[in-house]
T-cell receptor, first 116, second 114 residues
């Protein structure tokens, strides 16, 4: 079975500090893509960052970066210089590459609160 | 890019009634997905379309659930004979192709069963 585990149900961080959200996943496939999505309270889910599993270089998008460890099946998200607008649920997800399967497989999410 | 649009935003109905939700994807996106999200959980995949073809429907929760995308544009998700356990947020997403193409989500339809 393909699963995503986010071991931190809730986290908090002070504004301007750095926080890391953990994610591990399980799949027997070798080709897949990994994503972090953000879901602010009562708002739609938006893509934060994505990583191709065949790339060793970790993806970076402005204040957001990942630490991708393929052998360990780990995909953590680091948020630098946290802002109040980063307060949201964060979901880790992956999708297999190729074939007819098209769906994202999500973890249960981590609720991040950024405190002033 | 006007985003993915879902209608209605909220639906309250009595147990046993049928409900239908609509999703309008981003216009140039050929893939459309339906997910269900319950409180405290991540989205759970239901079904998806490539153009008008429904490529995966085995994950629909029961035969009470069905989805259509008749002309490859908007899609509808219908739940017949609703049950208390159907109460959830129903999310629609669309993408330009599969794989690493990001899925863009709508605001969702929140279903409450009385």
């Amino acid at each position: 079975a393909q699963t995503v585990t986010q071991s931190q149900p809730e986290m908090s961080v002070q504004e301007a500090e750095t926080v890391t959200l953990s994610c591990t996943y399980d799949t027997s496939e070798s080709n897949y893509y990994l994503f972090w999505y953000k879901q602010p309270p009562s708002r739609q889910m938006i893509l934060v960052i994505r990583q191709e599993a065949y790339k060793q270089q970790n993806a970076t998008e402005n204040r957001f970066s990942v630490n991708f460890q393929k052998a360990a099946k780990s995909f953590s998200l680091k948020i630098s210089d946290s802002q109040l607008g980063d307060t949201a649920m964060y979901f880790c997800a992956f999708i297999l590459y190729g074939g007819s399967q098209g769906n994202l497989i999500f973890g249960k999410g981590t609720k991040l609160s950024v405190k002033p | 890019d006007t985003g993915v649009s879902q209608d209605p935003r909220h639906k309250i109905t009595k147990r046993g009634q049928n409900v239908t939700f609509r999703c309008d994807p981003i216009s140039e996106h050929n893939r459309l997905y339906w997910y269900r999200q319950t409180l405290g959980q991540g989205p759970e995949f239901l079904t998806y379309f490539q153009n008008e073809a429904q490529l995966e429907k085995s994950r629909l929760l029961s035969d009470r659930f069905s989805a259509e995308r008749p002309k490859g544009s908007f899609s509808t998700l219908e739940i017949q004979r609703t049950e208390q356990g159907d109460s959830a947020m129903y999310l629609c997403a669309s993408s330009r192709g599969g794989g690493n193409q990001p899925q863009h989500f709508g605001d969702g339809t929140r279903l409450s069963i009385l």
